[in-house]
T-cell receptor, first 111, second 114 residues
Framework: DAGVTQSPTHLIKTRGQQVTLRCSPKSGHDTVSWYQQALGQGPQFIFQYYEEEERQRGNFPDRFSGHQFPNYSSELNVNALLLGDSALYLC??????????FGQGTRLTVV | AQTVTQSQPEMSVQEAETVTLSCTYDTSESNYYLFWYKQPPSRQMILVIR??????QNATENRFSVNFQKAAKSFSLKISDSQLGDTAMYFC???????????FGTGTRLQVFP
């Protein structure tokens, strides 16, 4: 079992650009959550997807959007990038009554 | 507001010694889970231990144990017989029963030295 896999591992973008991050959940998991971890901070919940629908959302602007595919994999899209969007983006997957398993994250740098 | 406070930004301990990391939280909910996660330089968040709020007995996982004081909203992590591989960031977090949204603290950087 490969666990939760995220791609790419590192990414550099310019202000104003758009970015797409990808996540493949652990085998058997149907729920995917995304977190933003700024330098020196704990992760902050962005949103969660289940059955291809956004089920919960944290305090993030509409520039942050997502998608879940029928195979449960997920994408996080960020439009109109700001310098403050530079962070580690973590994906976590789970299924009912299991704890969240995290991927190794995507390090996004906005210049 | 639901918050988690980790008041120790950095801690250090000698190999084989014991160290305790502190965590307090604030919530008006009564049903929740508490967690300690470890984040080594590889960046992957790894679950260390979890505690269900309705259980009075403190959770234990090998060298890791917690001191859960529900009334005080305190949830500390004790690491016994510290090993070099325990060097990492440690995050305290909680989650409510009817949601899957983890709320994290700001972390404690633990350095284990020989």
């Amino acid at each position: 079992d490969a666990g939760v896999t995220q791609s790419p591992t590192h990414l550099i973008k310019t202000r104003g650009q758009q970015v797409t991050l990808r996540c493949s959940p652990k085998s058997g998991h149907d729920t995917v959550s995304w977190y933003q971890q700024a330098l020196g901070q704990g992760p902050q919940f962005i949103f969660q997807y289940y059955e291809e629908e956004e089920r919960q959302r944290g305090n993030f602007p509409d520039r942050f959007s997502g998608h879940q595919f029928p195979n449960y994999s997920s994408e996080l899209n960020v439009n109109a990038l700001l310098l403050g969007d530079s962070a580690l983006y973590l994906c976590a997957s789970q299924t009912e009554n299991t704890e969240a398993f995290f991927g190794q994250g995507t390090r996004l740098t906005v210049v | 507001a639901q918050t988690v406070t980790q008041s120790q930004p950095e801690m250090s301990v000698q190999e084989a010694e014991t160290v305790t990391l502190s965590c307090t939280y604030d919530t008006s909910e009564s049903n929740y889970y508490l967690f300690w996660y470890k984040q080594p330089p590889s960046r992957q968040m790894i679950l260390v231990i979890r505690q269900e709020a309705y259980k009075q007995q403190n959770a234990t996982e090998n060298r890791f144990s917690v001191n859960f004081q529900k009334a005080a909203k305190s949830f500390s992590l004790k690491i016994s017989d510290s090993q070099l591989g325990d060097t990492a960031m440690y995050f305290c977090a909680f989650i409510f029963y009817n949601t899957d949204k983890l709320i994290f603290g700001t972390g404690t950087r633990l350095q284990v030295f020989p």
